[in-house]
């Protein structure tokens, strides 16, 4: 589907909701190197939220929490979705030049409005916002900050120096934001995003004997490829994949938002050096890639050393690495990946390997018991 905005959307910041905002932040400057540049709450003028906006390259994420005061109530829509899902991306973030045409176009489109334009004043100008539905619970908000001089938004202070000091951080920008839907449900999002915010699907993974994973995934991107939403949904519900299992335990909604880094090894390194922790693959997984004809004279040695995932397209290939889920709950993880040679596709063919893998460890466990 061609799209029907003459101009691309940006992104602008991801909002996390999560129970401790503060461990958090302190955990995004002291592991994954971001920088606090501002944060709001009681000093500010919002009492019972606090929140720290956390930056490396251009990503933003904003991470918020709510408690109850000691007269008053904790904030019932952070709460109730802290209480459904734990800690996890509540809203998108897009920078556009009208919010009012963003969004009317957007609803004469389809979609379901949430909030309304509204202007957040203070003394450094006007922020205007109104935002979408997305997802389960989740929201796209469009954002205009042509008329704003402060340092986020109104409600946030530049955060102190000794708040602010991450090691120099390693990511360049959000690279995919990933989620995981109910059966059915990847193709109407992928055109409620295609309606209300101009991405065109630019792939589509249905089911078929060479798609191994357990998923149908839809790519939705705008056209200068910077935006971009992964969906997936499970197969079917009676095959039992790892998609259908999160949905069933942990609801559908934004599973994971990969960052771009210029050097994967690097980054690997030195977030190991702070204690980051990696999701593992099987050995099976790299022995898979030594029989690989195309991928003959790529050191999969260090690969495996490294514990970083390889998908290859001619000349071009995609380095990946999952960071543990640093939340109790683990549904929502980062993801870290370096395209190389210009490669714009989603590891599709690396996931199948995968799951090759994982069959062949399950099968040396059965022979070796
Ligand atoms: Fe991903």
Request: aromatic share 10%; net charge negative; proline share 4%.
């Amino acid at each position: 589907m061609r799209s029907p905005f003459l101009q691309n959307y940006k992104l602008d910041h991801i909002e996390i909701l999560t129970p401790m905002a503060r461990t958090l932040a302190y955990w995004h400057v002291k592991a994954l190197g971001f920088h606090v540049t501002a944060y709001s709450g009681m000093d500010t003028g919002r009492p019972g939220f606090s929140s720290f906006v956390c930056r490396s390259g251009d990503v933003c994420l904003v991470l918020t929490s709510t408690y109850p005061m000691l007269s008053g109530t904790v904030d019932d829509e952070v709460q109730a979705f802290i209480n459904k899902h734990y800690c996890g991306v509540k809203r998108v973030s897009l920078l556009v030049d009208s919010v009012g045409e963003a969004f009317n176009s957007s609803i004469r489109n389809g979609a379901i409005p949430v909030q309304y334009p509204r202007k957040l004043e203070d003394g450094d100008g006007v922020i205007e916002e109104a935002a979408i539905k997305l997802y389960e619970d989740n929201e796209i908000v469009f954002i205009n900050r042509s008329r704003y001089q402060g340092v986020f938004k109104p409600g946030y202070a530049r955060a102190p120096a000794e708040a602010g000091g991450g090691w120099g951080g390693a990511f360049t920008s959000v690279d995919h934001i990933a989620a995981e839907v109910r059966i059915n449900e990847s193709q109407y999002w992928s055109e409620y995003l295609a309606n209300a915010v101009g991405t065109s699907m630019v792939q589509s993974i249905g089911a078929s004997d060479d798609n191994k994973t357990g998923m149908i995934l839809k790519i939705n991107q705008t056209s200068d490829r910077l935006l971009t939403f992964v969906i997936a949904e499970p197969e079917s519900y009676l095959k039992r994949s790892k998609v259908q299992k999160n949905i069933e335990t942990f609801g559908p909604g934004i599973h994971h938002l990969a960052f771009a880094t210029k050097n994967l090894q690097e980054t690997v390194r030195v977030l190991s050096q702070q204690g980051v922790e990696f999701v593992s693959f099987p050995p099976s997984y790299y022995d898979l890639l030594r029989k690989d004809n195309e991928l003959h004279g790529s050191d999969i040695a260090a690969l495996q050393r490294h514990g970083i995932l390889l998908d290859k397209e001619g000349d071009s290939y995609l380095l990946q690495k999952f960071i543990k889920p640093i939340s109790d709950r683990p549904f929502f993880l980062y993801e870290i990946v370096e395209r190389v040679n210009g490669y714009s596709g989603f590891a599709l063919k690396n996931i199948n390997v995968l799951k090759q893998a994982e069959e062949l460890e399950i099968m040396s466990r059965r022979e070796q018991s």
